[in-house]
């Protein structure tokens, strides 16, 4: 089985440190995300230890559990998604995908910063990738969409707090 990888990047109006702090705590990652909803967080100020449960409802819901498993102050945050899919809530039906790998940098550019997420679905298992064959034009935009859309909401986030800064 091969890894399936996606980039995301975005200039951001603000420094670096206010950027990657935004970014340390899930509950601001996913804020005012029109899809995902943080349903609990525990939150490690050292960052790596962070874990939070990310949800989605519908007839298909997912749940994943994120863990910050690596960091660099200022330049890197790494963490970790394993997805768990029930079909209209029933645990009956419910299977886990693999595992998502997201490596959040974080660049000076311009007085500002060079936002860019790399995320890596690794060996997806036969059922996702066979889901992913079916939907293959159609969830690869929607999921851009929604990466590209959480960028933008960091953006405007971290934008809004380094102007009420000065």
Known sequence: MTDVSLSFEVIIDAPVHTVFEHCLDPRSVYADDPVYRVSEATVVPEGVGTRAHVATKGVFSED???DYVDLTPDQRIVFEGRPRMTVA???R???SGSLHTFTWTFAP?????????DVVEHDAPRWERALDLLTVKAGTKMFRKQIQGRLDRIKAATERR???AY
């Open 64 to 66: 994943v559990t994120l």
């Open 89 to 91: 809530g029933s645990e």
């Open 93 to 95: 039906f419910s299977i």
């Open 109 to 117: 550019e311009s007085g500002g910063t060079r936002l860019r997420l």
């Open 162 to 164: 380094a102007a009420s």
